[in-house]
């Protein structure tokens, strides 16, 4: 099978000392079949493979010619199957699986690329799940108890409502949402910038952090720089890294949280 390869050039300018490429690969019909980023030679940046008939087939990224981050593989209908993060080339934190229509059914969870099996999966019930319907039934006749009439009854308590259909960013929850392989991950990623170096800038760049109930980055902005390259050094290293997601009762919520990366120099001598 011959395919069509398009190469598009992006010459930044020089100060930036970076030369990025967009390469674009067609099926033999003339579809799109990838849409791969290069920085400097070396694939870096988001990465788009699209299905014969044009939906998307895979979404990921790549960090200094490896894959990085978040994972998404999709059906020939473009619905999601599952998602991922490869952490130093390997799966790192959950894995999270859906059914045929996209909806979410379980996690699984990975260390450095094996199989967790110490950590029970995380499942939504419904009606379908007739294991989880009988625990809960099991749970209720054990939690049954007599109530005294001859005594006030205690106030009545406001039903729970499912915090995963909340649209709001929390500020605060019980469990923050952590970075896959901790801070020393997201370092892993930032290269310290020419221009910083050369003016010998150090500080802490503080990156306003948007965090999905998947642990996707929804979007990473400076809320305080040092500039000369760092700002948008942290914030790219936050915006495609993958977080635990946060939790709230037990249930996964949206958070914003304010992440500090610290550029420091060496010091050779």
């Given at each position: 099978?011959?395919?069509?390869?398009?190469?598009?050039l992006?010459?930044?300018?020089?100060?930036?000392?970076?030369?990025?490429?967009?390469?674009?690969?067609?099926?033999?019909?003339?579809?799109?079949?990838s849409?791969?980023?290069?920085?400097?030679?070396?694939?870096?940046?988001?990465?788009k493979?699209?299905?014969?008939?044009?939906?998307?087939?895979?979404e990921?990224?790549?960090?200094?010619?490896r894959?990085?981050?978040?994972?998404?593989?999709?059906?020939?209908?473009?619905?999601?199957?599952?998602?991922?993060?490869?952490?130093?080339?390997?799966?790192?934190?959950?894995?999270?699986?859906?059914?045929?229509?996209g909806?979410?059914?379980?996690?699984?969870?990975?260390?450095?690329?094996?199989?967790?099996?110490?950590k029970?999966?995380?499942?939504?019930?419904?009606?379908?799940?007739?294991?989880?319907?009988?625990?809960?039934?099991?749970?209720?006749?054990?939690?049954?108890?007599?109530?005294?009439?001859?005594?006030?009854?205690?106030?009545?308590?406001?039903?729970?409502r499912?915090?995963?259909?909340?649209?709001?960013?929390?500020?605060?929850?019980?469990?923050?949402?952590e970075?896959?392989?901790?801070?020393?991950?997201?370092?892993?990623?930032?290269?310290?910038?020419?221009?910083?170096?050369?003016?010998?800038?150090?500080?802490?760049?503080?990156?306003?952090?948007?965090?999905?109930?998947?642990?996707?980055?929804?979007?990473?902005?400076?809320?305080?720089?040092?500039?000369?390259?760092?700002?948008?050094?942290?914030?790219?290293?936050?915006?495609?890294?993958?977080?635990?997601?946060?939790?709230?009762?037990?249930?996964?919520v949206?958070?914003?949280?304010?992440?500090?990366?610290?550029?420091?120099l060496?010091?050779?001598?």
């Open positions: 099978m011959i395919k069509l390869t398009v190469y598009i992006f010459v930044l300018t020089a100060t930036a000392f970076s030369q990025v490429d967009s390469i674009i690969t067609y099926f033999d019909d003339g579809s799109i079949e849409i791969v980023h290069y920085k400097n030679g070396v694939r870096d940046g988001e990465t493979f699209f299905w014969e008939n044009g939906n998307t087939n895979q990921l990224s790549y960090f200094n010619g894959v990085n981050g978040l994972v998404r593989n999709y059906n020939e209908k473009g619905i999601i199957l599952e998602m991922y993060s490869i952490v130093n080339g390997k799966r790192e934190g959950p894995t999270s699986y859906f059914d045929s229509t909806v979410y059914v379980n996690d699984v969870f990975y260390t450095e690329g094996m199989l967790d099996v110490e029970e999966p995380l499942r939504h019930s419904n009606s379908n799940d007739k294991l989880t319907e009988n625990k809960i039934n099991r749970t209720k006749k054990k939690t049954k108890k007599k109530i005294n009439t001859d005594q006030p009854l205690p106030p009545t308590i406001e039903e729970e499912n915090l995963e259909e909340d649209p709001a960013f929390y500020l605060s929850v019980e469990v923050m949402p970075p896959i392989g901790g801070m020393k991950a997201i370092y892993k990623k930032i290269s310290y910038p020419k221009q910083a170096k050369e003016n010998g800038i150090e500080g802490t760049v503080v990156i306003r952090t948007f965090i999905d109930r998947d642990g996707e980055v929804l979007d990473a902005e400076v809320v305080e720089g040092i500039g000369y390259g760092c700002d948008e050094s942290a914030r790219l290293a936050i915006f495609y890294h993958r977080f635990k997601p946060g939790l709230q009762r037990g249930q996964r949206k958070v914003q949280m304010d992440i500090p990366v610290e550029f420091k060496q010091n050779d001598g």
